[in-house]
């Protein structure tokens, strides 16, 4: 096969852009979907791509617009990219395998693994093979069948899964492991929006947001968009934000970095985005420190309530904190104990910026607050979203229209995974109904989460991995202990589309077993089947791919686990695996017994739309809380500690990129072109090390266990906050310890990396002053 050198090199740096989308974002749809799909596959795909006869878009869990209001061309720049990745003509069959030894294709970048297409037929490495070889697939389930049943105790076994499972897939999944008897069931929510699941459970008592796509387009007079980059991570969100601009809506943008999503929006469905200037999304943007989201919101409560005090009973909901809260009383008296200089240095922000806040919380009566990563992934987290529940209880901003909090997810089922029962601690309710369903005692010890999972495979705990979908190896953190966690295991077992770094960071032996993606035809006993995915508002939809199969021998994610099923426990156990592999139906009917929400399951799923799960808080204002009530909570603003000379690092995506998947080596918005080995630093930070824009350096990490270190990064000058830095995950993650996580969320606090930065090589030739003085200028931004 022939060579294509994509490997990451030495990037071309410009002003960052004040814009986004427009033509250069139709452009760059356009440019990846003809090189992979070809004219007639992309107009076939990418216009069935979230329609109601079609497929749901594999890349975020942004919501549809109601059917009626949906656009020929209802997918955004991200969308594209996602389905031409998985619609490409391009294959890696067994000669690819045959021609490239595992050290071979150790040695390539991510994006050179994946750029070379769908895999076609389940692959086996043998126990000191050099490469990957053909199996059938009777004896690939054959063989994780026998590994499995060899087990001395089930907890041997992990099953991951990422986002990208269909709601049935998910099912099926979480039931097969805890037939076998064990709850490892670690995910992509571990490492992304636990800590909202964890305080938004606590708080209000739903682990997920309440607020719709109505509530942002029509009702709210105030969007807060905090530790969230959607022009690049949910770029449909845009034109939510644009409908909201144009009714009088009112943006607030809190972000370490100023993204192209908060400014100009050239919206590429309409003559004035492409045609005019577009519309100005954020009215204000506060630039607030890495990790000082918690003291920002603790001192805008502050703010509030003086102003409470100063005027009583024109600031604060008193009747709906005096019916529906709990923990007042406790938490106002914290707020007001707190010292300003405390605040103002955490966030890196004045008072008067804060107070300026404060004063458009007061002229909105509704406020949505919405968050993603860059909050979720701190030791503090959970805190921080605790007081941003406190701040929507302070005004009465849960449960009425255009109000509340909304935790953006980044994949396109990963909600509808945990919906499903994909979770190593569901509670006892779901395991009861469980039971009652399938006639065997789920296990009740909690499993292991990610993190704990790569201990357990570090300590050699584990020895059966099994990954439906997704690149577990390039998604967490501290890369080399995980990578030599995965080979004390003695089998590992992957389900995917595409080859990427996991499958070649393997157990004793390994199985590479390739599916059916989401834009395909799933076709089971001679008829056609479909799935559901839930999205980040709680809708559930069908979701039916158009495509013939990229393969003959490619099995659905569904097919593949309800054979193993069958393959451990026959008929005798009366679950009927091949029965749900064979009709999808029979699986949501199980569904709709197990899943509080999914009443007449079946016949809901296919109204156009699809139907909404309950949201209590939202619809009745009931908290299934320990107290019955909305809770507020104590939150002491707290930080990690950056001793003198280090700086704090946040991972972040880059915009040719959707979680691991790298689609390419530029990020346009950034300025960045042709690589992604870079850390965006503060100009000053720079020369406080004694570098200049465009220096080679060494990322080193700091950490209680020790350091680590990332070679050979292009420094960027950056109009970050001083103190602050950014680099592109997972080239980042070998920074991030393993026991750097999140407070009761056991979450990687990627975003919280204490580093310093040393010299590696010479200057850069491009790294001159006059280039530097025009960047941060934003000269010949676009």
Not at 62 to 88: I, L, M, Q, Y
Not at 243 to 251: E, Q
Not at 448 to 469: E, H, N, P, Q, Y
Not at 552 to 557: Q, Y
Request: with cysteine; aromatic share 6%; proline share 6%.
């Amino acid at each position: 096969m022939a060579h294509e050198d994509t490997h990451d090199g030495e990037p071309e740096v410009s002003a960052p852009k004040k814009t986004s989308v427009g033509f250069p974002g139709i452009a760059q749809s356009m440019r990846i979907a003809l090189d992979e799909m070809g004219p007639v596959r992309s107009a076939r795909t990418l216009l069935k791509m979230n329609h109601v006869d079609g497929f749901d878009c594999p890349s975020c869990a942004w919501p549809d617009p109601d059917p009626e209001h949906r656009k020929t061309a209802e997918f955004c720049e991200n969308g594209a990219k996602a389905v031409s990745w998985e619609a490409t003509r391009k294959r890696v069959d067994a000669a690819f395998f045959a021609a490239h030894p595992i050290a071979e294709l150790r040695a390539q970048d991510d994006h050179w693994l994946e750029h070379h297409g769908r895999l076609t037929e389940p692959m086996y490495l043998a126990p000191d093979a050099t490469h990957y070889a053909p199996i059938s697939w009777d004896d690939a389930i054959g063989l994780v069948a026998d590994r499995l049943k060899a087990l001395p105790d089930p907890n041997r076994a992990v099953f991951y899964t990422s986002g990208r499972a269909s709601n049935e897939a998910a099912f099926v999944y979480q039931l097969l492991a805890r037939r076998l008897g064990t709850n490892n069931l670690p995910d992509c929510s571990n490492m992304c929006h636990e800590s909202s699941g964890a305080a938004l459970s606590e708080t209000i008592g739903v682990g997920k947001g309440v607020v719709t796509l109505a509530d942002i387009e029509k009702h709210a007079a105030l969007i807060v968009i905090v530790g969230q980059n959607p022009g690049t991570n949910h770029p449909r969100m845009l034109t939510a934000l644009e409908k909201a601009k144009r009714r009088g809506a009112r943006i607030v943008a809190i972000n370490p970095l100023p993204e192209a999503g908060f400014g100009r929006f050239r919206n590429p469905q309409t003559p004035r985005g492409l045609l005019g200037r577009g519309t100005v999304l954020a009215d204000s943007y506060l630039p607030v420190r890495v990790n000082g989201d918690l003291a920002l919101f603790a001192g805008v409560n502050k703010a509030l309530l003086a102003r409470e005090d100063a005027a009583p009973g024109t600031v604060l909901d008193q009747d709906f904190i005096a019916t529906y809260c709990d923990g007042f009383a406790e938490a106002s008296a914290a707020l007001r104990a707190l010292d300003w200089t405390e605040i103002t240095g955490q966030c890196g922000l004045s008072r008067e910026q804060i107070e300026e806040f404060a004063a458009q919380v007061v002229a909105s009566d509704s406020v949505v607050v919405c968050w993603a990563m860059g909050l979720t992934q701190h030791r503090n987290a959970v805190a921080t979203i605790r007081e941003i529940v406190n701040f929507l209880l302070l005004r009465g901003n849960v449960g009425r229209p255009g109000a509340g909090p909304s935790p953006i997810r980044g994949h396109s089922n990963v909600q509808g995974d945990r919906t499903m029962g994909i979770w190593e601690k569901m509670p006892d309710s779901f395991l009861d109904a469980l039971q009652a369903e399938f006639g065997f005692d789920p296990p009740r010890e909690h499993g292991w989460d990610t993190v704990d999972s790569i201990r357990a495979m570090r300590d050699g705990k584990v020895d059966v991995f099994f990954a439906l979908g997704g690149n577990f190896v390039a998604a967490t953190p501290d890369t080399a202990v995980t990578e030599a966690a995965m080979a004390n295991c003695a089998l590992t077992v992957h389900v995917a589309t595409k080859l990427n770094r996991s499958h070649l960071c393997h157990g004793r032996e390994a199985l590479i077993l390739p599916c059916l993606g989401r834009t395909e035809r799933d076709v089971r006993a001679g008829v056609e089947q479909f799935v559901t995915v839930e999205d980040s508002m709680s809708m559930v939809h069908a979701s039916r791919g158009r495509l013939l199969p990229g393969s003959d021998a490619l099995r659905s994610e569904i097919a593949i686990v309800t054979d193993l099923g069958h393959a451990l426990f026959g008929d005798s156990d009366g679950i009927g695996w091949r029965a749900m592999g064979a009709d999808y139906r029979v699986i949501r009917k199980h569904i709709e017994h197990v899943v509080p929400g999914f009443h007449a399951f079946e016949e809901r799923a296919v109204q156009p739309g699809g139907f909404m799960l309950p949201r209590g808080p939202h619809d009745s204002r009931t908290f299934k809380t320990a107290t019955g009530k909305a809770r507020f909570t104590v939150n002491p603003p707290t930080m990690v500690q950056v001793p003198d000379g280090h700086l704090l690092l946040q991972t972040v995506r880059s915009h040719d990129q959707f979680n691991t998947t790298v689609y390419g080596l530029d990020d346009r918005y950034r300025g960045i072109k042709g690589g992604r080995r870079v850390v965006f630093v503060n100009g000053a930070d720079l020369r406080a090390f004694g570098l200049r824009d465009g220096d080679a350096v060494d990322i080193i990490s700091v950490a209680d266990d020790g350091e680590r270190r990332a070679k050979s990064f292009r420094a960027v000058q950056y109009p970050t906050p001083p103190g602050c830095a950014a680099a592109y995950f997972p080239e980042a993650n070998v920074l991030v310890p393993l026991d750097s996580v999140a407070e009761t969320s056991n979450t990687p606090a990627s975003k919280s990396v204490v580093i310093r930065l040393e010299a590696t090589g010479q200057t850069s030739a491009a790294g001159t002053a006059e280039r530097n003085a025009a960047r941060m200028a934003g000269t010949g931004a676009g």
